[in-house]
């Protein structure tokens, strides 16, 4: 059984920095491709950010320069590192990892979310 938590969400002023964690456990063999998605309040889920199991990153053009995504295998833990904040980036933001687990399957897992709210 894997279990995915985020943490480290809060309220923050515009131009301020978060570092969010999401943090992996249970019986996992090993963990793919992580990707931060965020919900803003009344839109659609969107992807925020991509960190390959080799550590190759991909982000949206809104948080490009602004945000990085990194991972710490041993850990089992991918971060997102959030600065120059905007209010734009308020939102409840999820953690999905693709993971193989002992038993050789892999699922895609989902995080409970963590809320990030940015004010003006």
């Known amino acids: 059984q894997v279990r995915l938590v985020e943490s480290g969400g809060g309220l923050v002023q515009a131009g301020g920095s978060l570092r969010l964690s999401c943090l992996a456990s249970?019986?996992?063999?090993?963990?793919?491709?992580v990707g931060w998605y965020r919900q803003p309040p009344g839109a659609r889920r969107e992807l925020v950010a991509t960190?390959?199991?080799?550590?190759?990153?991909n982000y949206a053009d809104s948080v490009k320069g602004r945000f990085t995504v990194s991972r710490d295998n041993a850990k089992k833990t991918v971060y997102l590192q959030m600065n120059s904040l905007k209010p734009a980036d308020t939102g409840v933001y999820y953690c999905?990892?693709?993971?193989?687990?002992?038993?050789?399957?892999?699922?895609?897992?989902w995080g409970q979310g963590t809320q990030v709210t940015v004010s003006s």
């Open positions: 960190i390959s199991k080799s550590a190759s990153t």
């Open positions: 999905n990892a693709v993971i193989m687990t002992s038993d050789l399957v892999v699922r895609t897992y």
């Open positions: 249970g019986n996992i063999f090993t963990i793919n491709d």
